[in-house]
């Protein structure tokens, strides 16, 4: 399986300020996934980060919001900007493999955001 | 939006009993994945099960599929304290490569 690392491993933020996720593979990988998991939760998917071009955001997300980076193929940025209460969860990353034909995903250890 | 429900939402079992999970969800799939997590920590790939397959072993796992049904089951057999965690399964639809998770089942094995 992919080695996949997460920066910060946890973070306690103030309302109104941005934090910027960072998520770094240890292989190419063709796809990278941004998930969120509030409090007591299963997991939502966010956004596909695409390599070199815009993320694409699943229903509910906004780029605004969830701006995301991915500037090549074993590193993303996640940012959740403007930051409510609302937003405490944790933010995992997950990647699929390109030598891997079933579509296996594996996931990063998550960041565990509190909003204050 | 979650595609599926899992049940029962919590299990908890003695040492050495087996444990099953149900996995139930609502549009056609090309594969379905079951993973752990422990402690709302990073997600643990257990075992995938492509569309076209109805029964899947690894270890002390076996995962059943039936499509016609929708659903999927994951058995833990002989199951042991470090077996407590939340357990997830995860659909793909078609060409899509984006998991759709379950609720999700908590499992507590008691020593």
């Known amino acids: 399986s992919a080695v996949i690392s997460q920066k910060p491993s946890r973070d306690i933020c103030q309302r109104g300020t941005s934090l910027t996720i960072q998520c770094q593979v240890d292989?190419?990988?063709?796809?990278m996934f941004w998930y969120r998991q509030q409090p007591g939760q299963s997991l939502t998917l966010i956004a596909t980060?695409?390599?070199?071009?815009?993320?694409?955001?699943e229903s509910g997300f906004v780029i605004d919001k969830f701006p995301i980076s991915r500037p090549n193929l074993t590193f993303s940025t996640l940012t959740v900007s403007n930051m409510s209460p609302e937003d405490s969860s944790i933010y995992l990353c997950?990647?699929?493999?390109?030598?891997?034909?079933?579509?296996?995903?594996?996931f990063g250890p998550g960041t565990r955001l509190t909003v204050t | 939006s979650q595609q599926g429900e899992e049940d029962p939402q919590a299990l908890s079992i003695q040492e050495g009993e087996n444990a099953t999970m149900n996995c139930s969800y609502k549009?056609?799939?090309?594969?379905l994945q079951w993973y752990r997590q422990n402690s709302g920590r990073g997600l643990v790939h257990l075992i995938l099960?492509?569309?076209?397959?109805r029964e899947k072993h690894s270890g002390r796992l076996r995962v059943t599929l039936d499509t016609s049904k929708k659903s999927s089951s994951l058995l833990i057999t002989a199951s042991r304290a470090a077996d407590t965690a939340s357990y997830f399964c995860?659909?793909?639809?078609?060409?899509?490569?984006?998991?759709?998770f379950g609720s999700g089942t908590q499992l507590t094995v008691l020593p």
């Open positions: 997950s990647v699929e493999r390109r030598d891997r034909a079933y579509r296996e995903q594996y």
């Open positions: 980060a695409n390599q070199g071009s815009e993320a694409t955001y």
């Open positions: 995860a659909t793909v639809r078609g060409s899509a490569r984006q998991l759709t």
């Open positions: 549009t056609s799939i090309n594969n």
């Open positions: 292989s190419q990988v063709t796809m």
């Open positions: 099960i492509r569309s076209n397959e």
